[in-house]
């Protein structure tokens, strides 16, 4: 017999997992509403070019992690699962011509995402993200906004001692300058880079200051910072920001070795972190601007900013954090009867009932009614909804399973009497 199982890096995500999912899902969804975010789809799927363009090609997320799928052969198109949702958002603000609308254009996507990685705590291959995008504000007071938005998520989700990592990685501007001076300090070091490392110096230098290699944190450590090479205006959109999110209280430190792990990004870079866990992998959500991003994906220029956070890890720090987990409601009701074999009158009336929006269980169980009612008590239920012979005259007996009362109702009265038990017990 073959055995099966989820394919390495993906969870199934059981009950449990998956209502605390939801949880934060609807907190996402709750703030981008506050915050004036409209929600969109876009596929699970984009031409491969997408992701290349978009977030670089010497990327680890482009270069090793991207799901490629196997073309067909009716078309010579290339696909991938998308790693992120920023590049097909871009995608499909050039696409309809979201540059006619009010600018800025803020979006929000919730779903997976996907990234051939290592598999390891907090690291998988089919991961949930909430993403956010406003596209169209230059900034900085959009900076400031987005990031404290993120910030609110987990404050709002029950996260404790998030901070924001925060850095400028400068623009077209200022950054060619910097990465000469940083092509030089790892050239002087390239006989100590390991092998990606060497290939990347000359089409990415900046990539290997994000590099994954502990062989890398000391040379890293000891680079060229772009702080110390901001032009006049990177500096002041960067300081700009810093006021903004002092006047807003969100938590702050500047990281001056951030660069993040696409190409897209420019000024403002961003990381949120449990404080005491800023390691290379736990970050619980990150983001930045890119200004050439929508030129880069056959638009206009125009400026964008966004985060996505991960709501894995999310997950998993409240875990570790000892957050209550959902706990499953009881059925208001179980449908029980006094004829074992009459499952037709059971499953009816719990169907009438849960056509009126009551959460009720029928008992399919063909066995004595003693049995019936006592598994309604372990379900935790507070009635039972007994069927016997008063069936043929419209009615039949509710019995408060935690006051041990019980009473003859009319089957035209009962889901109303059940809907107002449930309000005053707060039940359903
Ligand atoms: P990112 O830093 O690649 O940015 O991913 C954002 C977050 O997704 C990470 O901080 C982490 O929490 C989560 N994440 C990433 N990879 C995995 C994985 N393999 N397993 C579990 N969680 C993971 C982006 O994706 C950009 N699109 C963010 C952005 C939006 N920038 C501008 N707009």
Redesign the pocket.
Same mark, same amino acid.
């Given at each position: 017999m073959p055995s099966f199982h989820a394919p390495r890096g993906t969870r199934d995500l059981l009950p449990d997992a998956s209502s605390g999912l939801n949880r934060l899902e609807g907190i996402a969804r709750s703030l981008a509403g506050r915050y004036g975010y409209r929600e969109m789809d876009i596929p699970i799927f984009e031409q491969t070019a997408v992701f290349e363009r978009g977030i670089g090609e010497a990327t680890d997320?482009v270069e090793k992690e991207l799901f490629r799928l196997a073309s067909r052969t009716e078309d010579s198109e290339a696909w991938a699962l998308r790693p992120?949702?920023?590049a097909g958002v871009v995608r499909a603000y050039v696409q309809h011509g979201m540059q006619t609308w009010p600018q800025p254009v803020k979006l929000t996507v919730l779903g997976p995402m996907f990234?051939y990685?290592r598999p390891q705590a *907090?690291?998988?291959?089919q991961?949930w993200?909430w993403?956010a995008?406003a596209i169209g504000d230059p900034g900085p007071a959009v900076d400031a906004e987005i990031v404290e938005l993120g910030y609110r998520f987990y404050v709002e989700s029950g996260v404790p001692d998030v901070q924001v990592l925060l850095n400028s990685i400068g623009d077209g501007a200022c950054r060619p300058a910097y990465l000469e001076q940083l092509t030089a300090y790892f050239g002087r070091h390239e006989a100590e880079l390991p092998e990606l490392e060497r290939r990347r110096l000359d089409a990415n230098p900046l990539r290997l200051l994000d590099s994954k290699d502990p062989a890398m944190a000391a040379l890293v450590a000891a680079a060229p910072r772009i702080g110390d090479c901001l032009c006049e205006a990177c500096a002041a959109h960067f300081a700009a920001v810093r006021t903004h999110l002092d006047a807003l209280g969100v938590p702050y430190r500047l990281e001056p070795t951030l660069v993040? *792990?696409?190409d897209y990004y420019t000024r403002t870079a961003f990381?949120y972190y449990r404080h005491g866990a800023e390691g290379q992998q736990q970050?619980?959500?990150?983001?930045?601007r890119?200004d050439g991003l929508v030129e880069l994906l056959g638009g206009r220029p125009t400026p964008g900013?966004?985060?996505?956070?991960?709501l894995?890890?999310v997950m998993l720090a409240l875990e570790k954090s000892g957050a209550a987990a959902a706990v499953e409601a009881p059925p208001l009701a179980v449908v029980v009867g006094a004829d074992p074999t009459d499952t037709v009158s059971r499953l009816r009336v719990a169907s009438l009932l849960r056509a009126e929006g009551l959460f009720v269980r029928a008992e399919l169980a063909q066995r004595k009614l003693g049995r019936q009612l006592e598994s309604a008590s372990r379900d935790h239920a507070h009635f039972a909804v007994i069927i016997g012979d008063e069936l043929n005259g419209g009615h039949v007996q509710l019995k408060d399973l935690e006051a041990g009362t019980q009473h003859l109702v009319a089957l035209d009265d009962l889901a109303r009497d059940l809907a107002r038990a449930a309000k005053s017990h707060h039940h359903g």
């Open positions: 997320v992120e949702a920023t990234r990685d *907090g690291r998988y291959r991961f993200q993403d995008e993040r *792990g696409l990381e970050a619980l959500g990150g983001g930045g890119y900013i966004g985060f996505a956070l991960g894995d890890r």
